[in-house]
């Protein structure tokens, strides 16, 4: 059966990075420091003390990145704008290099025939407006919306696929409550606030955009499904309030127009009373969202705090490097579940993908990654069923087009298609990456 795995017409093939993970260069050309780059500094904050100092070097590579995404074959390309190389300090001027090369970027994936998907928020704040209060102070709609109008007037047109956000729950879960990530608060009270004008200037970007901007805008979640380790009534509601914290609760405000209720169970006198004309802010028409997939939990209740609900390791299942179980139906419950709950919106799949040990590059330039062929081929097929089901999913994005900067993880954890080999910068095409252009070509019928 060659039409056994056909996607729709028109299904983008893309892969997905972000500024700060690939780039290098933080400070190159005007731009301005961001709350990673001042994170990252900050001794015992990554592994290693591994910083964005250079990473991919992707600032001064990006045209042989480009031909790379080319040969794969890419029909999309997801990256993400250094807020603070555009305006240094978050706000007011703008700086004309840091503007050109997003400009330069787009112009070479359109000549190579890939769409630009540009997200505006990857987490790298200006430190400037960190200085500020950052996302805990209301103004930070302005701001944002400020730095959309920038974006949409300058590259409108050629990007005709926009995103505010990459992740508001792991912004705030890992920036403000669990202080994993920049700007590393660890504050019940402080989190809910984040969380809330998060959204309150996704409301504003996208207002922002449409007064400029003539073409699609949407928001990328992470959604990790919850499982009930058992029926026992404490299990299940330890799963409800899991599943409401991590995957309702931006989704809710942004399509709905309120928050679940559980979050004021979760928070109790550290969740506000929000201010009503708030949620008609946040609540704007979306053109597509962008769902970002990679694993499930199976939850049971526990001590933890704030949410006294825990994950079960399932024995029998195969783990990534990153300690996710792989569950390719997740996947499928996941587009199902966001049809159901918030409608027919268009659907991208705009990160799924992997960390595995990779073995070193072999001679004649081999990187064997079996674990990550058969993880991008499980879950495609499972994309292909919420697409049998109904789902109107437009593209996939592999997390990630090159090994790049796992945030606090450092360099430790691999996730590209491409090797990047970081002393001396040379992209080695790994087994997935071949595999992912053999799919591409054949529009996902050789899965
Ligand atoms: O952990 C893998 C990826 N998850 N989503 C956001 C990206 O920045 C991460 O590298
Ligand atoms: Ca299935």
Redesign the pocket.
């Known amino acids: 059966m060659t039409d056994a795995f056909a996607f729709p017409d028109g299904f983008l093939w893309g892969a997905a990075t972000?500024a700060h993970?690939i780039e290098g260069s933080p400070l190159a050309d005007g731009a301005g420091p961001s709350i990673w780059t001042r994170f990252a500094h900050t001794p015992g904050l990554t592994h290693n003390g591994d910083t964005g100092d250079v990473a991919c070097d992707h600032y001064r590579r990006w045209k042989d990145d480009v031909r790379l995404m080319r040969e794969l074959g890419l029909t999309a390309y997801r990256f993400s704008v250094s807020w603070s190389r555009v305006l240094p300090e978050g706000t007011g001027r703008v700086n004309p290099a840091g503007l050109d090369f997003y400009s330069r970027l787009v112009d070479a994936l359109l000549e190579a025939g890939i769409e630009p998907l540009l997200t505006l928020y990857?987490w790298d704040l200006p430190a400037a407006l960190d200085d500020r209060g950052g996302w805990l102070n209301r103004d930070c709609a302005g701001w944002f919306a400020e730095y959309a109008t920038v974006m949409a007037k300058a590259l409108d047109g050629r990007v005709r696929k926009w995103v505010t956000l990459?992740?508001p729950w792991?912004i705030t879960d890992g920036g403000y409550l669990h202080g994993a990530l920049a700007p590393g608060h660890r504050n019940k009270y402080e989190a809910p606030i984040a969380s809330h004008n998060l959204m309150r200037a996704h409301g504003a970007a996208v207002q922002a955009y449409r007064a400029v901007g003539r073409h699609e805008i949407g928001l990328v979640v992470?959604i990790e499904p919850k499982y009930p380790a058992s029926d026992a009534p404490e299990d299940q509601t330890a799963t409800r309030r899991a599943h409401a914290y991590m995957n309702e609760q931006y989704l809710h405000p942004a399509l709905l127009g309120h928050y679940p209720p559980e979050l004021r169970e979760i928070f109790g006198d550290a969740w506000p009373d929000w201010p009503a004309e708030d949620f008609a802010l946040i609540r704007q028409p979306l053109d597509f969202l962008g769902i970002?997939y990679?694993t499930r939990n199976v939850t049971r209740a526990d001590g933890s705090w704030p949410l006294k609900a825990g994950a079960v390791k399932q024995p029998s299942a195969t783990y990534t490097e990153?300690g996710w179980e792989v569950f390719p139906q997740g996947l499928t419950d996941t587009l199902l579940w966001v049809r159901r709950t918030y409608g027919d919106i268009p659907l991208y799949v705009t990160?799924n993908g992997a960390a595995f040990f990779d073995p070193p590059v072999a001679e004649g330039g081999r990187v064997r990654d079996p674990l990550r062929i058969d993880y991008l081929r499980r879950h495609l097929r499972a994309v292909h069923e919420a697409i049998r089901a109904g789902c109107d999913i437009r593209g996939y994005m592999v997390?990630?087009l090159l090994d790049n900067l796992?945030?606090s993880l450092g360099y430790s954890k691999r996730?590209g298609i491409v090797h990047v080999n970081y002393a001396t910068q040379q992209r080695t095409v790994k087994d997935s990456g071949r595999w992912y252009a053999n799919v591409v070509r054949s529009h996902g019928r050789a899965l």
Do not use: D, G, L, P
């Open positions: 972000a993970q990857h990459n992740e792991v992470n970002n990679y990153t990160e997390w990630s796992e945030w996730f």
